[in-house]
């Protein structure tokens, strides 16, 4: 499988995903899913100034990214999907059952969402998503950079259900 | 908001430009300015730490805006803050950004203090660029 990493990132293109997972992966391309990127070409110049020359950019949105996986997942090069949010994530993993498992990379503060940890803040309705996916087998743990810890989704919910009860 | 200033660097001198990216990196660089020029408090280091797209592009508009600088060193190239300031130029093409930052480019940018913002980030790149450099290994 050459799509080595799903992850819900709402920077998208920046240090962490091209550097930080796109160098010790050996990411050849990126799979940026996003419907609003995928219908502006100002976005998409914005993004490919993001990843370096060698490395290719491909934009998609949800509809083309289910159509096309087989394609990315067929391709002899190594890759990363980057999707901005949980819904996007949701309707990919719900389109494309062999989705195993999602990186929780960075989902920032906002009105609305709870701390989860350092980099996941979730709204009680993007949690009920996640754990929507959870139940249908996929494995949703949060992990910024690869040298972190892999912290599996029922770890940092259940502290911070544990942190409100004893508030 | 992850805008910071080291409190020992001078603040008396008006910031001409926003020096923003990852971690500590912006902080270090203007303590370094600092250290050698006395002159930090020509930039404004601001942190992408913690801070979502919309947020790093929200911070560094008002940090430009109450601070009048019209001049941002970045980075990485490919970094979000970069990236958040390639969408603010589309708003105010006058922005100048610079990135790649080092200590060389910055020290040179201070020295610039005469040269419209422009020509002096052009000058600081440039600098930048050829103090970075690997020797040795033999």
Redesign the interface.
């Given at each position: 499988m050459s799509l080595a990493l799903y992850r819900i990132d709402d920077r998208l293109i920046h240090g962490q995903v091209v550097v930080g997972w796109g160098q010790p992966l050996d990411t050849d391309f990126i799979v940026l899913v996003d419907d609003n990127v995928a219908c502006c070409d100002w976005e998409q110049d914005l993004y490919r100034m993001g990843v370096p020359p060698e490395m290719e950019l491909i934009f998609a949105d949800v509809t083309t990214a289910i159509r096309d996986h087989d394609k990315y997942t067929s391709d002899e090069r190594e890759g990363i999907l980057v999707a901005p949010d949980i819904p996007t994530m949701q309707r990919l993993v719900s389109g494309v059952p062999s989705i195993r498992e999602v990186n929780l990379g960075g989902i920032h503060h906002r009105a609305g969402r709870v701390q989860k940890n350092r980099y996941v803040f979730l709204a009680p309705e993007e949690e009920a998503q996640l754990r929507a996916m959870v139940e249908s087998g996929v494995k949703v743990t949060a992990q910024d950079v690869p040298g972190a810890r892999e912290v599996p989704m029922s770890e940092f919910i259940a502290s911070s259900e544990a942190e409100t009860r004893s508030a | 908001m992850k805008s910071s200033t080291d409190d020992s660097v001078e603040k008396s001198e008006s910031p001409r430009a926003i020096v923003a990216g990852?971690g500590d990196f912006p902080d270090g660089l203007v303590s370094a300015v600092d250290q050698i020029s006395g002159r930090g408090g020509v930039f404004i280091p601001v942190s992408n730490r913690?801070?979502?797209?919309?947020?790093?592009e929200s911070v560094l508009t008002e940090t430009a805006a109450s601070s009048n600088v019209s001049v941002i060193f970045t980075?990485?190239?490919?970094?979000?803050a970069?990236?958040a300031v390639?969408?603010m130029m589309?708003a105010n093409p006058s922005l100048v950004l610079v990135t790649g930052a080092n200590l060389a480019a910055l020290l040179e940018f201070v020295f610039q203090a005469a040269a419209d913002p422009k020509s002096a980030a052009i000058t600081a790149a440039e600098k930048g660029r050829t103090a970075l450099a690997a020797s040795g290994g033999q």
């Amino acid at each position: 499988m050459s799509l080595a990493l799903y992850r819900i990132d709402d920077r998208l293109i920046h240090g962490q995903v091209v550097v930080g997972w796109g160098q010790p992966l050996d990411t050849d391309f990126i799979v940026l899913v996003d419907d609003n990127v995928a219908c502006c070409d100002w976005e998409q110049d914005l993004y490919r100034m993001g990843v370096p020359p060698e490395m290719e950019l491909i934009f998609a949105d949800v509809t083309t990214a289910i159509r096309d996986h087989d394609k990315y997942t067929s391709d002899e090069r190594e890759g990363i999907l980057v999707a901005p949010d949980i819904p996007t994530m949701q309707r990919l993993v719900s389109g494309v059952p062999s989705i195993r498992e999602v990186n929780l990379g960075g989902i920032h503060h906002r009105a609305g969402r709870v701390q989860k940890n350092r980099y996941v803040f979730l709204a009680p309705e993007e949690e009920a998503q996640l754990r929507a996916m959870v139940e249908s087998g996929v494995k949703v743990t949060a992990q910024d950079v690869p040298g972190a810890r892999e912290v599996p989704m029922s770890e940092f919910i259940a502290s911070s259900e544990a942190e409100t009860r004893s508030a | 908001m992850k805008s910071s200033t080291d409190d020992s660097v001078e603040k008396s001198e008006s910031p001409r430009a926003i020096v923003a990216g990852h971690g500590d990196f912006p902080d270090g660089l203007v303590s370094a300015v600092d250290q050698i020029s006395g002159r930090g408090g020509v930039f404004i280091p601001v942190s992408n730490r913690g801070l979502g797209a919309g947020d790093i592009e929200s911070v560094l508009t008002e940090t430009a805006a109450s601070s009048n600088v019209s001049v941002i060193f970045t980075d990485l190239p490919g970094g979000s803050a970069t990236l958040a300031v390639r969408r603010m130029m589309r708003a105010n093409p006058s922005l100048v950004l610079v990135t790649g930052a080092n200590l060389a480019a910055l020290l040179e940018f201070v020295f610039q203090a005469a040269a419209d913002p422009k020509s002096a980030a052009i000058t600081a790149a440039e600098k930048g660029r050829t103090a970075l450099a690997a020797s040795g290994g033999q």
